[in-house]
């Protein structure tokens, strides 16, 4: 028999419900009827006993008025399943109170011949059901589009497919979500129950109704046998298998073979499908239930011919309350299963771009798997990364938090110390070896250094996101999306200004609050303004020319506008720009200029939200400038702060990808770490630090030096998030201890001069007892332990990374350890791991620099002095005349965050070491309002980088042929 006929069998055995139970209806599901009057085919079931007094005639068990004992089996089934259904339910709102199972019947024409019977046991056990009615000739379209609905929606737990043969087909069956086929006549629940796994199945009901009667007959079948007839396709599968489980052996055999009579009459019990026996072939006492086909409508007898009907019905409720159970407990926290990618590393280490080409990266929704995300929490961006969304953060607000590790460096050289492979690989070392669930959270690389100087930021060696180019090349889009909005801001700044300029109040407020349909009202985000104007009219009719006035004019001072445009090259001509010569600007001519697009006060937002409500709040704070009369002026009052929500909505989603090993990375924001915080994103960490469970680590990363990414990590990115770390990993070489030491000038894309080639103990003291011993001082006014990470180069010799160890405990340092990852991988990494576990065994005493609520000068003056050692900071008229600005605006209780360099801990970047006896010089003030933070600038801050003589972009190619990227580090 083939499966739309067994499933047309199936399908019509049982009666079709109403579309809410107890005469509820399911509220957001649609009720769609055509007109009545179709006539289906459906099966009578029958089930029989032999009598051994008569030998001749079969009784059905529906009329079990003649044999009460009979009655007795059947209603005592009923009644289990009921109850035990109902208990189900009963512990399933205990722990969860708002869960209501839902069934959906899906149905072509409104028959409505069946529906009665499930209703009614739908009441008894207190679940809904929702009806949907397609037209009795609706097309495959139509029922894929239908099923495809009802597997997105999260309030429906079990799909019953109530439709003739003819409509079930192939594509419609694997449309049907597995999990939501509560009829088990998926191709995959039937494997299920096939190979015994009903862990995640469903059995069909029918064949579950059938072998339940079959085990409550008089005599126990176990042992027995049971001879099916007729039984063909997956309803004779999914019978077998049920009947053999239940201890009895099931045969099969044909209508016309002809040693029927026979095998009738050696069968303890018969299940016939579509066909008869001869009563005198069966034997006295043998149970028979048989699945009678026929065209009959008559309704009128479904009350006498209910028996396996309601029991069918009964079985098929309760596989809805079993998806439901499956649903929550796939909800809970899930233990992780994360299999690890094998490293060969080769003594002559390879290019980046070789490693990374060289591992295939899992499929990016198996390692969601692994670590415990659902399906519908993905959003697949190619074959290697995906979003993820925020829906987790509520899935798993019960869950404690892992363990949070923050990697920072040592005052760097111009070519970096390597803070983003230590990253990646304590990661790899702490998932991969020590089989201990970890996550990395890095930031995004700009396209500016990728094409510049610096190259990528994927890590390096055998310490690296894969795909690496894929990490390094647009990834999900996310900073292109922070300079659309970016940008949209700027053009509203410049459109604004030009009207205002060139109409009139009443050709403003006309244009502004236009008439739709004789009608006029204020936008929400127009309301907003209105508030903050302390105007509480909403007629627009009613307001006076001043109030008019007030509303249409922003009265932008050109000279007071600090947005720029953003672009992500590193683009020098760009920094000062000219706008507004063309003759349809009327005059409108002003200087601006472009920062590069991570240097965007929005993509400080996007690092700093905890959600998308948060983000928008930020993003309408946003102060784009000030009004000639001294007031600031928003993106809310632009009327721009929602369009700018709407671009960000699927940035704010982190994007998943993994390591070399396997180990899952969170990759999400990458704010400017001189003007903005330098640090990934806040709901990067959160969803990470969920994830991975309470014995779990989470390593993020701070850009530059301690002074600045780390400081900013503690003071700024942990006020925002409420996260408390638990270890420092203070990241240390011997090149950058020896030019701390007193090592000539490092330069990029120079030679190294011989003094860090060559073994030079005395530079390497004079850099631990300088540099490195401040830096770890400045991590436990934290209250944090540190680990110096000492990365090895190849130039290093044992004599030097065991001076570093021995001087960094010396200097405070919970551990110190050598690490090897970019050699070798996480192997490299394991003694790291294990110094980063023991200290974050111990109880930490987090503590502010701070207080929020202290002057801003006083905490520009603790950062000073405490941080950087300097003796006092000196103001300038400007930075002063700022701050007072701020003060008077309601802005003097954010945070501080420094704009200062990276290459020193002073304001002088050719001062090394731990200079001290220094005034820092505060040349001006400036606020970055909707992320949430004071920025002095101490020195001159370029947020746009020029491109070098020779880029990256001389070495990046494209093969043509087989379009494989060749040049990015």
């Excluded at 403003?508 to 104007?533: C, D, E, K, M, W």
């Amino acid at each position: 028999m083939k499966l739309s006929a067994i499933r047309g069998a199936c399908a019509n055995a049982t009666v079709r419900m109403h579309h809410a139970c107890r005469g509820s209806r399911v509220s957001g599901l649609t009720r769609r009827c055509t007109p009545t009057g179709a006539t289906h085919s459906r099966l009578a079931y029958r089930a029989m006993s032999a009598s051994a007094n008569s030998g001749t005639n079969a009784e059905l068990l529906h009329n079990f008025g003649k044999h009460s004992h009979k009655r007795t089996n059947f209603e005592q089934s009923l009644r289990d399943v009921v109850q035990s259904t109902k208990e189900g339910i009963v512990a399933l709102q205990r722990s969860n109170p708002g869960v209501q199972p839902l069934l959906a019947i899906v149905q072509a024409g409104e028959d409505d011949s069946l529906l009665e019977i499930n209703k009614k046991i739908a009441a008894k056990v207190g679940i809904n059901v929702t009806q949907i009615c397609l037209a009795k000739d609706c097309s495959e379209d139509d029922l894929v589009e239908e099923v495809l609905k009802l597997n997105e929606d999260p309030r429906v737990h079990g799909v019953y497919l109530h439709l003739p043969p003819v409509n079930i087909t192939s594509r419609v069956l694997n449309t049907l979500k597995p999990e939501k086929d509560i009829d088990g006549i998926t191709y995959l629940n039937l494997g299920r129950l096939v190979q015994g796994d009903l862990s995640k199945g469903f059995t069909l009901p029918i064949a579950s109704a059938v072998v339940d009667l079959l085990q409550k007959h008089d005599a126990p079948l176990e042992g027995r046998t049971v001879l099916m007839i007729g039984t063909e396709g997956p309803l004779g599968v999914a019978l077998q298998c049920m009947i053999e489980r239940s201890g009895m052996t099931a045969f099969k055999t044909h209508p016309h073979d002809k040693n029927l009579q026979k095998q009738v009459m050696g069968a303890d019990a018969l299940v016939l499908v579509g066909v008869d026996v001869l009563p005198t072939w069966i034997r006295p006492g043998a149970a028979v239930i048989q699945l009678e086909s026929t065209l009959d409508t008559d309704t009128s007898e479904m009350s006498s011919k209910s028996g396996l009907t309601t029991l069918t019905a009964a079985y098929r409720i309760q596989n809805v309350v079993h998806s439901s159970s499956r649903r929550l407990q796939e909800q809970q926290y899930q233990a992780w299963r994360l299999r690890s990618l094998k490293l060969q590393p080769l003594t002559l280490v390879p290019s980046d771009i070789e490693i990374s080409r060289a591992q295939t990266p899992k499929p990016v929704a198996q390692l969601a798997e692994e670590i415990g995300l659902l399906p519908e929490e993905l959003e697949a961006y190619g074959k290697s990364k995906a979003k993820v969304r925020l829906s987790l953060l509520n899935r798993l607000q019960a869950q404690p938090d892992g363990k949070y590790v923050l990697v920072a460096g040592i005052t760097p050289t111009p070519l970096g110390e390597g803070k983003s492979t230590v990253t990646i690989g304590l990661v790899q070392a702490l998932s991969a070896h020590l089989k201990l669930n970890s996550f990395a959270c890095l930031r995004q690389p700009s396209q500016g250094p990728t094409f510049g100087v610096k190259g990528g930021a994927a890590g390096g060696g055998y310490a690296q996101v894969i795909p690496m180019e894929e990490f390094n090349l647009h990834l999900t889009g996310d900073i292109h999306a922070i300079s659309a909005a970016n940008n949209l801001v700027a053009a509203a700044i410049d459109a604004r200004m030009l009207h205002e300029a060139t109409q009139s109040d009443k050709a403003l407020f006309s244009r502004l609050v236009p008439s739709v349909n004789g009608v006029r009202r204020f936008s929400p985000i127009q309301t907003a303004r209105l508030h903050r104007l302390r105007i509480s009219k909403t007629d627009p009719a009613s307001f006076t020319p001043q109030e008019v006035s007030s509303f249409v004019r922003l009265d932008l001072d050109p000279s007071k506008i600090t947005w720029q445009r953003v672009v992500d090259t590193n683009d020098r001509f760009l920094r000062k720009i000219t706008i507004g010569q063309a003759s349809t600007e009327k005059g409108q001519i002003r200087e601006t200029g472009f920062d590069i697009a991570v240097a965007s006060e929005i993509m400080a937002i996007l690092a700093l939200a905890d959600s998308l409500e948060d983000m928008k709040a930020r993003l309408a704070r946003m102060v784009v400038g000030t009004s000639r009369s001294g007031q600031p002026v928003t993106a809310e009052d632009l009327g721009v702060s929602g369009a700018l929500a709407v671009l960000m909505k699927d940035a704010i989603k982190p994007t998943l990808m993994q390591t070399l090993e396997g180990s899952p990375v969170f990759v999400h924001a990458g704010p400017f770490a001189n003007i903005a915080h330098g640090n990934s994103s806040v709901l990067a960490d959160k969803l990470a630090l969920k994830l991975v469970g309470q014995d779990g680590f989470v390593v993020t990363e701070a850009g530059f030096g301690a002074d600045i990414g780390m400081e900013k990590f503690f003071n700024i990115k942990c006020r925002a998030s409420g996260l408390r770390p638990n270890v420092v990993v203070l990241v240390a070489t011997v090149r950058a201890l020896k030019m701390h030491g007193g090592g000539p000038k490092v330069s990029a894309g120079a030679p190294l001069p011989r003094e860090y080639i060559d073994e030079n103990l005395s530079l390497v003291q004079g850099g631990c007892l300088s540099n490195l011993r401040k830096q770890i001082g400045i991590a436990h006014l934290f209250g944090v332990p540190v680990v110096v990470a000492l990365n090895v180069f190849k130039t290093d010799t044992q004599p030097e990374i065991d001076l570093v160890c021995q001087l960094a405990k010396e200097c405070g340092a919970s551990d110190a350890v050598p690490c090897h990852h970019w050699a070798q991988g996480g192997q490299g990494c394991l003694e790291l791991a294990q110094a980063v576990k023991t200290a974050a065994s111990r109880p930490s005493d987090f503590r502010f620099l701070y207080n929020i609520q202290m002057p801003i000068v006083e905490k520009i003056r603790t950062i000073a002095q405490k941080v950087y050692g300097a003796d006092d900071i000196n103001l300038s008229p400007e930075a002063m005349a700022k701050i007072n600005y701020y003060n008077q605006q309601g802005f003097a209780s954010l945070p501080i965050c420094m704009a200062k360099t990276h290459l020193s801990l002073s304001h002088m970047s050719e001062k090394k070491g731990a200079p001290t006896g220094f005034i820092l010089p505060i040349r001006d003030v400036r606020a970055s309002i909707g992320a949430g933070f004071i920025y002095p600038l101490v020195g001159t801050m370029s947020t746009m980088p020029g491109l070098p003589t020779r880029p990256c972009f001389y070495d990046i190619d494209l093969d043509p042929v087989t379009e494989e990227i060749t040049g990015l580090f």
